[in-house]
């Protein structure tokens, strides 16, 4: 059996991920518009920070290209934590959303190489993970599904692994298909 070719790194965009963030920011920066004292003082899934500091870590503008991509993981990532503290719905610019998925997944794959599970974020992101046998042709005896959020918050540390097998927020079938071990991809 010949080797196995390595995977092409994804690349991005720097347009598209330029005017995703600039969306992004106008979405939050509309949604944090009228808060009131106490909800700028409610605390965040982010480390115990209220929103008041979360709104302060957020960019005022966009950066550099290099650091482009980050910030608009970051963006995605607090207008999530912006809404569950808040209440408010902010809306998601599908470009910061595609991102933000694909980032991460390509983070858990970097830090989880192998080709026994597929991960699948659809409409967004497929990857292979986790050592062990890998599958060439037909459906992966082990798959593990969800949807962008939901992704999101467990490649963040938002939500648990098992909290989101229990809620149905996620689907994981075949006997390697568990990320726990591999979960948060970054905090």
Request: charged share 25%.
């Amino acid at each position: 059996m010949p080797p196995r070719a390595r995977a092409r790194a994804r690349t991005y965009d720097p347009a598209k991920t330029r005017a995703a963030v600039t969306a992004q920011l106008r979405h939050v920066q509309e949604a944090v518009r009228g808060l009131d004292e106490e909800r700028l003082g409610a605390p965040t899934r982010g480390g115990g920070r209220s929103v008041r500091e979360l709104i302060a870590e957020l960019p005022t503008a966009v950066g550099e290209d290099d650091v482009l991509v980050t910030r608009c993981v970051e963006l995605v990532v607090h207008s999530d934590d912006l809404a569950a503290a808040t209440g408010l719905t902010v809306p998601y610019d599908r470009q910061a959303l595609a991102t933000a998925v694909r980032v991460l997944a390509d983070g858990l794959a970097a830090k989880a190489p192998g080709g026994s599970v597929e991960l699948r974020i659809p409409p967004f992101a497929v990857v292979q993970c986790v050592e062990g046998p890998r599958h060439t042709r037909g459906t992966p005896p082990n798959v593990v599904e969800t949807d962008a959020l939901t992704w999101i918050r467990l490649a963040t540390g938002r939500i648990g692994w098992s909290e989101a097998l229990e809620a149905g927020e996620v689907t994981a079938s075949g006997e390697r298909a568990d990320l726990a071990a591999h979960l948060p991809v970054r905090d």
